[in-house]
Structure formats: structure tokens, C-alpha cells
């Protein structure tokens, strides 16, 4: 339910959005490298610990499931916005690999990423 709030939220926004899911038959839509590496930030909606290293550098959020649900268009603003906090694991050295500052391009071109796991019913 998140990952579909926070897909309407982006298409509505006019921002790309690729959200990999997490669910009883696995990893679905599952984020590569480039993805990541493309992404403006990424949103964790999940009730569970997820490991976030991959993220490091990265423009990050993460918020319970429901708050994905309710909220999933103030969360992608934020990382629009660069409110969100820079994402650094500790004794990993972040150097070149930190992002800039969200540039004036259009909003069109932006890449969030999104990491919820699915809920079945």
C-alpha cells in the first residue's frame, strides 16, 4: 500500500519514482546500483530494520509503512526540497561520493527511490 501511495504521489508530482518492494515471494523491482546512484534521494517506509549502507551518500528518509501511506507526497517534496539528511555509515568515508545539491533542473528529470515492503491481505 505504501509503495502504490508513493507511486500516485510521483507520477502526480511529475517525478520519476522506482520502488522496490519487499514481500512474502521476495525482493520485487529490487534497486540496482545505477538506480541508486541516479536517485535525487530514497524513501525506507518500512515497519522492520532495514540495512541502509547501500543508500550512504544519498539524500535519505525513513518513516513507518503508514506514514508512506498517508503522507507519500510531503516525503518526496522533501527530498525535492534537499531536506532530507544526507545518509553516512559510520567508518565509510564519504569523499566524492556525496551528492550536491538538488539543481534547478525540472522536476520531470528527478529519480526518487523508493524502498517499502509489500503488504498482503
Known sequence: MAAEALKIAAEQLGVDIKVETHGQVGIENA???QDIMEADGVIVAADKDVNTDRFHGKPLIEVPVAKGIRTPAELIQSIINGDAPVHQVKGRASGT????APSSSSQKSRQINGYTPSIST
Open 97 to 100: 561520493e556525496k551528492p550536491s
Open 31 to 33: 534497486l540496482t546500483d
